[in-house]
């Protein structure tokens, strides 16, 4: 699923209420509706929407009841900064060796003499896992930090040996990620044939170079060649 197609949907109410009451158990629709006040009919539509995407799905219990959960482990990271804007998903299977499926009376049937000890090491896993997604969250942090600056320290250099306003974005773009001429032109709205000539002069005075990958030219940064020879 495209990032951006999260974001639409999220961007709902009762849909980020509707998934908030399913990360807690699954649900069914006169249920969802009770403890949202909201209408069975939006319901459903909201509910439609969210398997259509792929986000939930539903299974039908003995009574016919239809029972709503969330499908897989999603994150969702929006990156913002000076510099940088970006939007990214990324799903795993649930792990089927701690998911308990629930019958239709929302129970499981486990043995009540193991029940506070596979409690006791669920909970446990649960908290060594919380810690380690803090501890992600905090690196990914310092690690924004750290490219805003190095950001801000490139663009001074870029304005200095950019002679035109299209060759400072350019070289902007470039320090991001290796592009092509065609994903140039598009990203700036420019004619390919100007992309290039802005391309090329920079190359000359030796700034950027190009990679071959795919039959096609990608350009980035010049990289620093590291003297690998024999000092005299």
């Known amino acids: 699923m495209e990032p951006t197609q999260v974001l639409d949907i999220l961007g709902n109410k009762n849909r980020r209420k509707i998934l908030q009451l ?29 398997e259509e995407t792929g986000l939930i799905e539903c299974r039908v219990d003995e009574q016919r009841r239809k029972y709503f ?45 193991h029940a506070a000890s596979v409690l006791a090491e669920l909970n446990l896993e649960i908290r060594k896992t919380k810690n380690k997604q803090e501890e992600l969250t905090r690196k990914q942090q310092e690690l924004q930090v750290v490219f805003t600056e190095l950001m801000d320290i490139c663009m001074d250099a870029v304005i200095k040996i950019a002679d035109t306003p299209l060759q400072v974005e350019i070289l902007y773009a ?8 065609a994903s ?3 990203i700036f709205t420019t004619h390919p044939s100007l992309i290039s000539v802005q391309v090329l002069d920079m190359a000359k005075k030796g700034f950027i170079e190009y990679t071959i990958r795919d039959n096609q030219q990608y350009w980035k940064i010049l990289e620093t060649k590291s003297d690998t020879g024999n000092e005299q």
């Open 69 to 113: 959960n969330i499908v897989d482990n999603m994150r969702l990271e929006v990156s913002l900064s000076p510099h940088s804007y970006a939007v990214s998903v990324h799903t795993s299977p649930v792990n089927t060796e701690y998911h308990l499926k629930q019958d239709h009376n929302a129970t499981v049937e486990v043995q009540k003499v």
């Open 22 to 50: 399913l990360s807690n158990r699954p649900c069914y629709v006169s249920e969802i509706s009770g403890r949202l006040g909201v209408g069975p009919k939006a319901i459903i539509s909201h509910l439609g929407l969210l």
């Open 174 to 181: 470039l320090l991001k990620k290796e592009h092509s001429i």
């Open 184 to 186: 140039l032109s598009y």
